[in-house]
């Protein structure tokens, strides 16, 4: 099970981010815990300076930008 989480505090970006991970999963069919972290404290123990970011089993795949569903898949395949 893949552990995948958007971080962000809850600014519209962020949002965007959750909306399309989540569509992501659902086309994929992807086995996950998805979770959105907006606790500033945490999401700086990722190292992201700017958000929305998005995590995928511990690695950072992308921050600062909401990514394309086609991309997204990818970092979720």
């Given at each position: 099970?893949?552990?995948?989480?958007?971080?962000?505090?809850?600014?519209?970006?962020?949002?965007?981010?959750?909306?399309?991970?989540?569509?992501?999963?659902?086309?994929?069919?992807?086995?996950?815990?998805?979770?959105?972290?907006?606790?500033?404290?945490?999401?700086?123990?990722?190292?992201?300076?700017?958000?929305?970011?998005?995590?995928?089993?511990?690695?950072?795949?992308?921050?600062?930008k909401v990514p394309s569903l086609d991309d997204l898949k990818k970092m979720l395949s």
């Amino acid at each position: 099970m893949k552990k995948v989480r958007v971080l962000g505090p809850g600014c519209p970006k962020c949002e965007e981010l959750m909306k399309q991970t989540q569509a992501a999963v659902d086309e994929l069919g992807v086995d996950c815990d998805l979770e959105k972290v907006t606790d500033i404290l945490e999401i700086t123990t990722y190292g992201v300076m700017m958000t929305p970011a998005l995590v995928v089993d511990g690695q950072v795949k992308a921050s600062g930008k909401v990514p394309s569903l086609d991309d997204l898949k990818k970092m979720l395949s």
